[in-house]
């Protein structure tokens, strides 16, 4: 059964920076792409980054250059380092795992349950 775990979210204050950790299990990844969403409260689903599994990287504009995604094959694990926080960054992020990238949620076919991220001002 395939199953993805997120950790590391939590309460920060803007400016801080959180990592947050996503293990993929039940089969391997290496083919897949695996990626990041989040969702405030009210809001739809948004695309954050995504990890390609040809290595290249995918990002939404309003985090590019304050969010990283990387990827650790070995342990089927993606990981997203979240720098500069601002308060509307608090959401409930998700991991996700498609055969190809892209931004539209509908698009992805396995998710995580989420672990929330909290930004206060």
């Known amino acids: 059964q395939v199953q993805l775990v997120e950790s590391g979210g939590g309460l920060v204050q803007a400016g801080g920076s959180l990592r947050l950790s996503c293990v993929a299990s039940g089969r391997t990844f290496s083919n897949y792409a695996m990626g990041w969403f989040r969702q405030a409260p009210g809001k739809e689903r948004e695309f954050e980054a995504a990890?390609?599994?040809?290595?290249?990287?995918l990002y939404a504009d309003s985090v590019k250059g304050r969010f990283t995604i990387s990827r650790d094959y070995a342990k089927n694990t993606v990981y997203l380092q979240m720098n500069s926080l601002k308060p509307e960054d608090t959401a409930v992020y998700y991991c996700a795992v498609n055969a190809a990238a892209a931004t539209m949620a509908e698009a992805w076919k396995t998710w995580g349950r989420g672990t929330q991220v909290t930004v206060s001002s």
């Open positions: 990890y390609r599994w040809t290595g290249g990287t």
